[in-house]
């Protein structure tokens, strides 16, 4: 069965400091990952999604296969970072399967 | 662009009645799915149309329903309340053209029911 896990309810990381959010998946076909992420008193909103390879607000996450990962980073996490961070599974045309969220605290 | 619009953002109903929750989609976006958003269960799929026709469903009883309409708004339907129906309920649009097509959500609807 599909499944997204996160094991982390919260994280609590110092301005500056390097933030890792786990994401871990299963699924026996090829994933198509995502993050999410909601501000507060904001929408959910895309962050990034494995497919482009791309870093958006210094965030980048690498698919692991093997490890079936799509754990998020960045270097140096900023104040505005605070937000809670969902990692997305999409199995077949738009039915995605969410992780329980994290929410990332970064202390001045 | 305006984004994925629903309506109303609060309800209050009692146990046993029905709900009708109303979404309009990004301009040019063909796919609309519905998600339940609680505390403890987090955010469940409840089901995606595409072009008015339902492609996708999740693991809920059949008094959760939804439509979708020629100009792609969706609504949402749930009949015979009961009290873990309280949530927040979330639609999202996309292209659904793709699997890597990303979902734009609205700011959804809390539902209490009592």
């Known amino acids: 069965a599909q499944r997204v896990t996160q094991p982390e309810k919260l994280l609590s990381v110092f301005k500056g400091a390097p933030v890792e959010l786990k994401c871990n998946y299963s699924y026996s076909g090829s994933p198509e990952l995502f993050w999410y992420v909601q501000y507060s008193r904001q929408r959910l909103q895309l962050l990034l999604r494995?497919?482009s390879r791309e870093s958006i607000k210094g965030f980048t996450a690498d698919l692991n296969k093997g490890e079936t990962s799509f754990h998020l980073k960045k270097p140096f996490a900023q104040e505005e970072d605070s937000a809670m961070y969902y990692c997305a599974l999409s199995t077949n045309f738009n039915k995605f399967y969410f992780g329980s969220g994290t929410k990332l605290n970064v202390k001045p | 662009k305006a984004g994925v619009t629903q309506t109303p953002r609060y309800l209050i109903k009692t146990r046993g009645q029905q709900v009708t929750l109303s979404c309009s989609p990004i301009s040019g976006h063909r796919s609309v799915s519905w998600y339940q958003q609680t505390p403890g269960q987090g955010l469940q799929f409840l089901f995606e149309?595409?072009?008015?026709?339902?492609?996708n469903k999740g693991n809920f009883p059949g008094r959760f329903s939804g439509r979708q309409f020629s100009n792609s708004r969706s609504e949402m339907n749930v009949s015979t309340l009961e009290l873990g129906d309280s949530a927040l309920y979330l639609c999202a649009s996309s292209l659904g053209t793709g699997r890597s097509s990303p979902l734009h959500f609205g700011n959804g609807t809390r539902l209490t029911v009592t």
């Open positions: 149309y595409f072009s008015e026709t339902q492609r």
């Open positions: 494995h497919i």
